[in-house]
């Protein structure tokens, strides 16, 4: 296939949660959740990849590889370890990453809630409590005014759709509740809880694009599926890029398609490839879900904030990535407004439910040492990053 370029400046990244990178987060919902013997949690994260004491490491290796952008997240229940009360020392070790980012031409794209919730908000009934929304708001607030002077880009909510669904309809997340209704008012609370943070974000730092990240899948109608499937999208995707509408940009998350016949859902299809996580190896509904978000959300600009595969193949994760890759620069042939491409993960880190089986990462870890060792994949990506080329 033809050699294609992408456009400068364009962001070239990768991503981390807090959660998944940090290690000793015990003041959290998933903490709790990880050690509940009746949760799903194959394994508790534990020390994690230790980034709350490694990250300059970490933001060196990314710069020297060639990546010009870095996303990760604030910890909630870090800086507000409970009901009111701020950690200054908090704060400042996410500035300090900030700036960190900044001293090695990365931009920092810095995500304020990415699935965990401090325990006190938690036990106070979480996002299905609208109250939520302004504790949330109130959370942001206090951070931007800390950090809106070295923020690049500021992402509210990571995947507020997964939360809801893993954790008010499927059982899978915190707090485990399996019911159609509770769900849709998380949905609502989550939205609220985005507009309060646009708000409180933008009146402390007017200048720093703001928007947030949705997880989507390029949703396919089989044998008649097609009221099925927008029954379905329409609580997952819809009603967030709708509330996106006017903001800075979408931050799009995509990993595979979802199929839908005349009775529900689909599993993967006969013959197609799955990855470590159980779904269909299909790089190309990366493409599929940018061009959606124009129709629903309206002209926004998008950046993709995850994509990427868990595997143990890391030949197959440079297929994966070359053809969602060329999938984007279609898009931007046809006038869409992509922003840049950030990988998930920059580590093989703490995969949720699935423990450290999965792995994401641009980086193998060493779960006892810690040692970090870029993978073919890292330097072959931060190359594209660097030249702004995916060559044959």
């Not at 959290?28 to 949690?41: F, R, V, Y």
């Not at 959370?139 to 008010?168: Q, S, W």
């Not at 790089?283 to 309206?298: D, Y």
């Not at 423990?355 to 040492?369: K, M, N, Q, S």
Request: some cysteine; charged content about 25%; hydrophobic content about 40%.
């Amino acid at each position: 296939m033809a050699t294609v370029t992408f456009p400068r400046p364009f962001v070239w990244g990768t991503a981390t949660a807090a959660h998944q990178v940090e290690g000793g987060n015990w003041n959290n919902d998933w903490w709790a959740w990880e050690h509940d013997p009746t949760s799903p949690c194959q394994e508790p994260s534990g020390d994690a990849c230790d980034a709350w004491h490694r990250w300059p490491a970490d933001l060196d290796l990314l710069a020297q590889l060639g990546f010009n952008a870095y996303r990760f997240s604030l910890e909630w229940s870090r800086i507000e370890p409970e009901d009111g009360e701020f950690s200054h020392a908090s704060l400042e070790h996410y500035r300090g990453m900030c700036l960190g980012c900044r001293e090695r031409g990365l931009e920092p794209i810095v995500t304020f809630h990415h699935f965990t919730t401090p325990r006190w908000v938690a036990a106070r009934g979480g996002w299905e409590d609208p109250a939520t929304a302004d504790r949330f708001g109130r959370f942001c607030a206090r951070a931007a005014r800390h950090l809106g002077d070295v923020l690049g880009r500021a992402c509210t909510l990571n995947e507020p759709n997964i939360v809801a669904t893993m954790g008010y309809l499927y059982g899978l997340f915190p707090p485990g509740v399996r019911d159609f209704d509770r769900r849709r008012r998380v949905n609502d609370v989550f939205i609220a809880g985005h507009r309060r943070a646009v708000g409180a974000i933008k009146a402390a730092a007017p200048a720093v694009p703001t928007g947030l990240t949705l997880a989507m899948s390029d949703y396919q109608a089989v044998d008649g599926g097609e009221a099925m499937r927008d029954a379905y999208r329409r609580d997952m995707e819809d009603v967030f890029l709708e509330a996106a509408r006017g903001d800075d940009y979408v931050g799009v998350q995509c990993y595979s398609r979802t199929r839908f016949g005349a009775d529900g859902m689909l599993g993967p299809e006969d013959g197609v490839r799955l990855t470590q996580m159980g779904y269909e190896f299909w790089p190309e509904a990366l493409a599929a879900t940018i061009r959606r978000v124009p129709e629903v959300a309206g002209p926004v600009p998008m950046l993709v904030t995850e994509n990427g595969i868990g595997t143990d193949d890391d030949a197959e994760r440079i297929e994966y990535v070359t053809r969602a890759l060329r999938g984007v620069r279609a898009c931007l042939d046809d006038g869409l407004d992509v922003r840049g491409y950030v990988y998930w993960s920059l580590l093989d880190n703490f995969e949720w439910i699935f423990g450290y089986r999965p792995t994401f990462g641009l980086v193998a870890v060493d779960r006892t040492t810690q040692v970090r060792t870029p993978k073919p994949s890292a330097r072959w990506l931060g190359e594209i990053a660097r030249t702004g080329t995916l060559r044959d």
